[in-house]
């Protein structure tokens, strides 16, 4: 049995998405138990799932404006922490939030801890691309800065999710760069071209631009967590700018327009859904001793089931402590 | 008269594409001289304009895959190297290529030079927004590695070609970072961030984040070479990329798709038309002592017409030359 703690007071919709997800999840999949951090009466309003579940109760709760060290340090009671203690106790195989990203990273890092070898973990989450395979990218902003051995370490941490969670075999790794030759970027893209191509672990393809992330040219795609976070907020904000775009041409286009829009309607919302991947799951904080992930904020309940649904394929094909392996063979060989 | 160099052999559509931008340009504005560079033969094909044009022959040219500094030292008759010398020269007021970015950078920096004071000129271009305004952003990676003083002057030469060129009334500079809080970022962006509080001369108005650059958050966004690049290519991709999937999501949706497009093209066309912000001209290599400006390498002659125009403006406004009073102010008061 599967032992996933879920947040119940994280993000917009909280709790209602969140405890609808979990219904959900606790139907399709009997190999799970869900631990509920949170508000009892409320979590009571919507929960229908009576079996493999349990709810832990607590008045406690992070805010989204809250400073993300502060409120894990004073909120010792808070339904985020309390989900990462139960990980660190043993209680839980994982834990999930839609709340507060910065807290939550504070929270995987403080209470659950880091896998040995792992200096920086970061975000990783799975984008989209044209032809609805998406890609694997980290880091997506835990981290301000990076030196060319953690991104060598997200490399591997990358291609192993690549490989077990999302079944592709020899993913192929890209460093995000400014180029594609060999000698393009920084000190810190050129170091770490070269910790890559000397890896052996994984299929290192050179450097990718970012122009071609959405035609997959790579299935993992390393980056500083700067620019990883500059070119994930990129992706969003265009995307919704042009689809913001479409919408009042449609509206000020007149009545053959919005006529148009009618016999189109299906068309653009297969389009809308290839760009929402909230099937793919939610953003990994990887690199800790257990899977910590970050639903997004505006999650419904289809994105917290399919949120659930990863954190079990994780959990699964024991990703984690493959990693941990990994990363001990490394430490030998250095 | 402004003199204005064009390199006749840049670009995909070259010579066709830039002749008959120049031409359309020669017809619309009477107080501009243009000198085309490149293959006589050719050019003469498509050159209707009779009055304030000339055409300098030479059989050389930089390729798109030519290595730039070597190319800029090896083909010294090549038509944009040409250019750059009259400018150099004082023959010609400002220099346009479609061609090798690398290569016009160098020819930018060694053969026209920079400005007394400004360290690392930067690629600068108007980007798209949803109102059709658009904001201007540098470095869009002339650089691959910037300081804090680089930043600084890049937020003063952007904010002088909103105000001067955009005509934008105190146009609000931005520092692209990871967060709005202050805080937020690393050395790089806190100490640019201190720099830009403290700057007089423009209206700084804190951090902002990539995902807002197209509800056109600031007129002028100053971010880091590698960084802008990033964000630049992510613009890019996304769009091509959703625009691809409109197209196939329309394709595939069967004849009631098909009927609907028909009704929607005008206002399809519109979208596609906010999203081509050729209209805004080419980015300019700024932080030289003349306009050196890049058209982009798919040019047509309309995106050729509108460089022009754009250089025009930067001639007629006297912008480097404002400029080079503003750099030589600052190093008074050092």
């Given at each position: ?229 500059a070119v994930?907020k990129t992706i969003?904000g265009t ?96």
């Open positions: 049995m599967k032992k996933i703690a879920v947040d119940a007071m994280g993000g917009d919709n909280a709790p209602q998405a969140i405890v609808e997800g979990v219904n959900r999840a606790l139907e399709e999949f009997s190999d799970i138990e869900i631990q509920l951090y949170g508000d009892e009466t409320k979590i009571r309003q919507y929960l229908t799932a009576t079996e493999r579940v349990s709810i832990i109760h607590t008045d406690e709760k992070i805010d989204s404006d809250d400073e993300p060290a502060k409120a894990i340090r004073r909120k010792k009671k808070a339904s985020m922490v309390l989900g990462a203690q139960a990980v660190k106790a043993g209680e839980a195989d994982a834990v999930i939030s839609a709340g507060n990203t910065g807290a939550l990273l504070a929270a995987g890092l403080f209470v659950v801890g880091r896998i040995k070898g792992v200096d920086r973990p970061g975000l990783m989450s799975t984008l989209p691309t044209a032809d609805g395979q998406g890609f694997d990218m980290m880091d997506l902003g835990a981290n301000a800065e990076n030196t060319p051995a953690h991104l060598h370490q997200y490399a591997i941490l990358g291609s192993f999710y690549a490989k077990n969670v999302r079944g592709i075999d020899k993913p192929r790794v890209g460093l995000l760069n400014n180029g594609t030759e060999s000698t393009k970027g920084d000190p810190l893209r050129k170091e770490t071209f070269e910790l890559l191509s000397q890896e052996k672990a994984i299929n290192f393809i050179g450097n990718v631009e970012a122009r071609e992330l959405m035609n997959k040219v790579a299935d993992v795609v390393v980056a500083d967590g700067f620019t990883g976070n994930l969003e995307a919704l700018g042009i689809m913001g775009q479409l919408k009042s041409a449609i509206e000020n286009g007149g009545l053959k327009s919005k006529l148009g829009y009618l016999f189109m309607k299906d068309s653009l919302r297969s389009l809308r859904d290839s760009l929402d991947y909230s099937s793919a799951g939610g953003a990994v904080l990887f690199g800790l001793k257990a899977p910590v992930v970050k639903s997004h904020g505006s999650s419904d309940a289809r994105a917290i089931f399919y949120t659930i649904k990863q954190v079990r394929t994780m959990l699964e094909t024991d990703v984690v402590n493959q990693l941990v392996g990994e990363f001990s063979k490394e430490e030998t060989n250095d």
